[in-house]
């Protein structure tokens, strides 16, 4: 712990740490009225070593104390209440918990302590932050296709494009490694991995076409789709007798000046779909599907070509039923949306 003294000064000793009895003489000495100084050459300890100690003190003696808990906290009275609680109110979220039982501890100790005890508890969903202006455009909304009949709304050809990545944000996986053997473990990546962005479409009668987009969509590979894919099957579907009414959601690309001047001569209706409502759209739900489909694959496809290959073959093997059903939600999840007067909806509800 201590080191020679140098040439320079006698009283020069380097020290990397202060014992507790070193401590408590500091203070008494301190206490004493003695100064810094004479300290440092009574004890022969490092005078910065000494000031550091001594300023690091007078902080903190100007904070609170630390709350103390031991590790028998939930044995006892406190451990019924919260059980008591849990399975009175078994959709408790851990906030929750910890507020009606005025715990003092952590979320991560309850949480330990209900997972020993087999205690169910409910996470708390994420929910978009929906503001007063666009709420009153989705009710609007709702309510004008809600006066369209059935064969008018079976027209409507939905579209969107969705991100795959290798490993998804909040999606992690904990490794042991044992001793000296550094390369069972692989280095992983970070921020979600690589991805694959995907556009599709889909009506009543049929999926349409599965189109992967190297990087991220703008503008001009927007338009490039609505060209070259997204007009020839709406021409495809009126050569067989089918007006299809063209839907897009309001994603920047979709709203480009270049993009905006070729809809104005489209010759086609479009649906002026309503900002922030994923939760309108059927295909929004063929995105998870698919994903969860993916997901579920062993081995799981991680590179971007194994995704793109696996999304593709997954989309051509989607059964037609699943469409069907999405498409006649389209009604009810307009009818839910003004039900809840324009907020926000759950699809596993309808």
């Known amino acids: 712990m201590y080191y020679g003294a140098t040439k320079k000064s006698p009283y020069f000793f380097k020290m990397t740490k202060l014992t507790n009895t070193i401590k408590e003489t500091i203070n008494e000495l301190i206490v004493s009225g003695i100064g810094p100084s004479k300290i440092a050459k009574q004890l022969r300890i490092n005078s910065n070593t ?29 451990g019924g209440i919260v059980k008591r609680y849990v399975r009175n109110n078994p959709i ?58 059935d064969a008018r709304l079976e027209r409507v050809l939905f579209t969107d494009e969705t991100m795959v990545k290798s490993y998804p944000n909040g999606e992690f996986v904990f490794y042991r490694a044992l001793k000296n053997l550094n390369n069972i473990v692989s280095p992983n990546v970070q921020q979600g991995g690589s991805g ?92 998870n599907v698919m994903k969860m489909r993916m997901k579920a694959m062993t081995p799981r496809p991680r590179t971007k070509a194994s995704m793109r290959d696996a999304m593709m073959d997954i989309w051509d093997k989607l059964e037609d039923d699943l469409r069907i059903n999405l498409m006649n939600s ?10 809840n007067n324009g907020g926000l909806i759950f699809i596993n509800k309808l």
């Open 50 to 78: 000494l000031k550091s100690y001594l300023s690091k003190k007078r902080n903190l003696a100007n904070l609170p104390p630390k709350i103390i808990i031991k590790r028998d906290y939930f044995q006892g009275r406190v």
């Open 92 to 149: 408790s979220t851990s906030l929750q918990i910890l507020a009606a039982c005025d715990l003092t501890c952590s979320r991560q100790w309850l949480e330990q302590f209900l997972n020993k005890n087999g205690l169910k508890r409910t996470k708390a969903k994420r929910n978009i932050l929906l503001n007063e202006v666009n709420r009153i455009k989705r009710l609007s909304f709702c309510k004008e296709l809600l006066t369209w009949d």
């Open 196 to 287: 694959q962005m995907l556009w599709g479409c889909m009506s009543k009668w049929a999926y349409g076409p599965l189109e992967a987009i190297e990087g991220h969509i703008t503008g001009e590979s927007y338009l490039n789709l609505l060209i070259n894919v997204i007009k020839r099957e709406m021409d495809a579907s009126r050569d067989l007798g089918r007006e299809l009414i063209f839907q897009q959601d309001n994603a920047k690309p979709h709203k480009t000046q270049a993009v905006m001047n070729y809809l104005e001569n489209w010759g086609y209706e479009i649906l002026d779909w309503p900002p922030q409502s994923p939760d309108l759209s059927p295909i929004e739900t063929i995105w």
């Open 330 to 339: 389209f009604k009810k999840r307009l009818q839910a949306c003004v039900a």
